[in-house]
């Protein structure tokens, strides 16, 4: 196949197990698992209500809309997220991906800038331009930045994540 889409008609919660695409290798059998934010590690983003993590720690489940959310009006912005820790130590980790769903409801800040911390040290992904509609987006560090190599577990459970207005 050379394009596949998903998609819902979003009154269903699509979830997708072990299901990857790679146009370069197949990299046998990969599972993913998923760590939520558990912590506010350096907030700057104004919180719906409760705390900047418990407005975006959607346990894996398709976004809650406006019920709870950070949002900001000025760029250079930053909210870094504790996360929760992997359930297993053994075995390759092919790469993280960072993911998050937004929108934007005002002309500033037209991007958003993923952001991990690993190591002490903050790397950027690609800034992304936002839309109107609540989207998904997603960036993939295959290797710790930091390194230049594979991630280790415990770079993994000690990772930092947010993003940044631009």
């Not at 398709?62 to 997220?81: Q, W």
């Not at 295959?142 to 415990?154: H, I």
């Given at each position: 196949?050379?394009?596949?889409?998903?998609?819902?008609?979003g009154?269903?919660?699509?979830?997708?197990?072990?299901?990857?695409?790679?146009?370069?290798?197949?990299?046998?059998?990969?599972?993913?698992?998923?760590?939520?934010?558990?912590?506010?590690?350096?907030?700057?983003?104004?919180?719906?209500?409760?705390?900047?993590?418990?407005?975006?720690?959607?346990?894996?489940n398709?976004?809650?809309?406006?019920?709870?959310?950070?949002?900001?009006?000025?760029?250079?912005?930053?909210?870094?997220?504790?996360?929760?820790?992997?359930s297993?130590?053994?075995?390759?980790?092919?790469?993280?991906?960072h993911?998050?769903?937004?929108?934007?409801?005002?002309?500033?800040p037209?991007?958003?800038?993923?952001?991990?911390?690993?190591?002490?040290?903050?790397?950027?992904?690609?800034?992304?331009?936002?839309?109107?509609?609540?989207?998904?987006?997603?960036?993939?560090?295959?290797?710790?930045?930091?390194?230049?190599?594979?991630?280790?577990?415990?770079?993994?459970?000690?990772?930092?994540?947010?993003?940044?207005?631009?």
């Amino acid at each position: 196949a050379n394009k596949v889409e998903l998609g819902f008609d979003g009154s269903v919660i699509a979830e997708f197990d072990d299901y990857y695409i790679d146009d370069a290798n197949f990299l046998g059998n990969v599972k993913v698992y998923t760590m939520n934010p558990t912590s506010d590690s350096s907030v700057a983003w104004t919180p719906s209500a409760d705390t900047n993590y418990q407005c975006v720690d959607d346990g894996g489940n398709y976004h809650d809309s406006d019920s709870s959310y950070v949002s900001v009006t000025a760029a250079g912005l930053k909210d870094l997220y504790g996360l929760s820790n992997l359930s297993l130590s053994s075995g390759t980790i092919k790469g993280i991906a960072h993911n998050f769903v937004g929108k934007k409801t005002d002309t500033n800040p037209a991007n958003i800038i993923p952001k991990i911390v690993t190591n002490s040290t903050e790397y950027s992904g690609s800034a992304i331009a936002m839309t109107t509609s609540y989207v998904s987006y997603q960036t993939i560090w295959e290797n710790n930045p930091d390194t230049s190599t594979a991630w280790t577990y415990s770079e993994v459970d000690a990772l930092i994540s947010g993003f940044e207005s631009s």
